[in-house]
Nanobody
């Protein structure tokens, strides 16, 4: 089983930046997928960015050019650098990882609030 601990959320003004981190521990062997999702109040959880061990990276259209996902394999950590933040980026951000042959594992979430 994989445990995930997220950090880096908070309150920031529009135009500001935040960096989220998600550290995986436990059974981390075979992680091939790491991603960030977000869920605003009364909305569904949506993909923000994802990175695979193959090197493939995908972003939601709404964050392209502003957010950057990266991973440190030695630390089993995935990052989300968020720049030019907008009020509509306000949400709870969740990281997710998947190992070969296993289901997606979720973090507990970290709140990001962008004030106008």
């Amino acid at each position: 089983q994989v445990q995930l601990v997220e950090s880096g959320g908070g309150l920031v003004q529009a135009g500001g930046s935040l960096r989220l981190s998600c550290a995986a521990s436990g059974s981390t062997f075979g992680i091939f997928y790491m991603g960030w999702y977000r869920q605003a109040p009364e909305k569904q959880r949506d993909l923000v960015a994802e990175i695979r061990s193959s090197g493939t990276i995908n972003y939601a259209d709404s964050v392209k050019g502003r957010f950057t996902i990266s991973r440190d394999n030695a630390k089993n950590t995935v990052y989300l650098e968020m720049n030019s933040l907008k009020p509509e980026d306000t949400a709870v951000y969740y990281c997710a990882v998947q190992r070969f042959g296993d289901v997606l594992s979720w973090g507990q979430g970290t709140q990001v609030t962008v004030s106008s």
